[in-house]
Every structure is written in structure tokens, then in C-alpha cells.
């Protein structure tokens, strides 16, 4: 992850925390220490450090314990299925390289949101197909 906005990482830890492929590693990396307490069903090492987002993504593959590296980004959010999709596209195929599409939504959304992490993404999915 690049320079991480405070508001959005919880966001994406819990869509991580969500994922029906449970086998994976979370390799946070930011500029400031974020309590991970809350999140101890993940497998999450916290690297804090300055610098450019190349340095980033050196770090994140440097320290990566698989040959599947999935980026994202303090405002991203994961579906539950997206990791398994990914870990089955290379497990099944002879590639090296996935991109897969994403849906954006505003910010204000999120002030829209209650319930569980499950309610609110069929919210967003019914909002925006």
C-alpha cells in the first residue's frame, strides 16, 4: 500500500477479513504504525517506512512468502471472492499477470452504510449495477 489514509485502511482490512480464500498474507506498509489488534484473524506483518511509492512495492515483494502478489491500496476494497478468483486464474492458467475490473464509487457512500461488512456490499453492488 502507498502513504495510507487512516479513514479508508480499516475499510480495506475488513474486506480483507472477508475473503472466502482464507490462505494469504497481508503485508501492510505505510508511513506510521496502525493498531492491528483488531485484526488478528489475519495474517498481517506491518512495515512502517518513508519514501515514494516505489519503495512500496519493492518492499511488498520483497517481503512477499508467495509467488502470487496482489496490490491494493488504502482505499480499495475487496469483494469476498477476489482473492480466491485470483489464487484459481493462476493455479488454473499459464499466466503472469491479471488485472481485473473494479467499480468505483464516491466517498459520500460510506455515510450511507450500516450493518454488517456482507449488508453493505450488496448495497453498493445493487447501487452501481
Known amino acids: 500500500m502507498h ?31 496502525f493498531d492491528l489488534s483488531n485484526y488478528t484473524n489475519l495474517n498481517v506483518r506491518q512495515i512502517i517506512t518513508d519514501g515514494i511509492i516505489g519503495n512500496y512495492i519493492y518492499l511488498g515483494i520483497k517481503n512477499a512468502g508467495s509467488d502470487i502478489i496482489v496490490f491494493m491500496d488504502d482505499d480499495d476494497i475487496f469483494l469476498p471472492e477476489k482473492l480466491e478468483f485470483i489464487y484459481n486464474e493462476f493455479s488454473s492458467k499459464n499466466i503472469g499477470y491479471i488485472h481485473n475490473n473494479s467499480l468505483f464509487f464516491p466517498v459520500t457512500l460510506k455515510m450511507h452504510l450500516t450493518g454488517s461488512w456482507e449488508e453493505n456490499q450488496i448495497l453498493i453492488c445493487h447501487q452501481f449495477l
Request: hydrophobic residues 50%; proline residues 0%.
Open 3 to 33: 502513504i495510507i489514509e487512516r479513514i479508508f485502511l480499516k475499510d480495506s482490512l475488513n474486506s480483507l477479513a472477508s475473503q472466502k480464500f482464507k490462505d494469504f498474507e497481508v503485508i501492510l506498509i505505510s508511513n506510521f504504525s
